[in-house]
């Protein structure tokens, strides 16, 4: 099974600062790896798959880099909206999913 | 607009059984494989089964197989999960995922808003 990591576990930023969330997985996941993102009471949704390919809907604030076992979401300028819990997602073998990082209003 | 509407979570004793039920819309529910995942504080996210577009061919994690099976029905553009033998540490959130292709590439796309199981005596 592969391992997800993800850190920081909490990130605390005011709106407009920049964010960025790192996912480091146990072994090679290529470039199968994907981030959601989730608010209270609400599903997941699809932010970026692939590694760095949006998805529909996304703003261009939300961007995806990394290959290999180092992943990373970055969030350009933080609008309130975007604090939220960001899990990242491999699918390279067995699904397998990160255990969060919250991003937070300081 | 994608819809994923889950139905059949409640509160069971363990060792009894429960269905749930995902009724999609607003895509060819025929061209897509389909997963449940599933949720809980303490676990937060994992995968439960997948099955794909014709369902010819299913999977599970290890965690749920030989209790738990899922099933679709194109007629009716539903996703099933029957659950058998429900345990305490079955207890969270199951949402209904769809896949971004027919074949089971685990590629969630979009999620239904869930459906919560409590398995507690």
């Known amino acids: 099974e592969i391992v997800l990591t993800q850190s920081p576990a909490t990130l605390s930023l005011s709106p407009g600062e920049r964010a960025t969330l790192s996912c480091r997985a146990s072994?090679?996941?290529?470039?199968?790896l994907a981030w959601f993102q989730q608010k209270p009471g609400q599903a997941p949704r699809l932010l970026i798959y692939d590694a760095s390919i949006r998805a529909t809907g996304i703003p261009d604030r939300f961007s995806g880099s990394g290959s290999g076992t180092d992943f990373t979401l970055t969030i350009s300028s933080l609008e309130p909206e975007d604090f939220a819990v960001y899990y990242c997602h491999q699918r390279n073998t067995w699904p397998s999913f990160g255990g969060g990082t919250k991003v937070e209003i300081k | 607009e994608v819809q994923l509407l889950e139905s059949g979570g409640g509160l069971v004793q363990p060792g009894d059984s429960l269905r749930l039920s995902c009724a999609a819309s607003?895509?060819?529910?025929?061209?897509?494989?389909m997963s449940w995942v599933r949720q809980t504080p303490g676990k937060g996210l994992d995968w439960v089964s997948g099955i794909v577009e014709t369902g010819g061919n299913t999977k599970y994690a290890d965690s749920v197989k030989g209790r738990f099976t899922i099933s679709r029905d194109n007629a009716k553009n539903t996703l099933y999960l029957q659950m058998n033998s429900l345990r305490a540490e079955d207890t969270a959130i199951y949402y209904c995922?769809?896949?971004?292709?027919?074949?089971?590439?685990?590629?969630?796309?979009?999620w239904g808003q869930g459906t919560l199981v409590v398995v507690s005596s």
């Open positions: 072994q090679s996941v290529n470039r199968y």
């Open positions: 607003g895509f060819t529910f025929t061209r897509h494989a």
């Open positions: 995922v769809k896949d971004r292709y027919a074949s089971l590439s685990f590629d969630f796309e979009s």
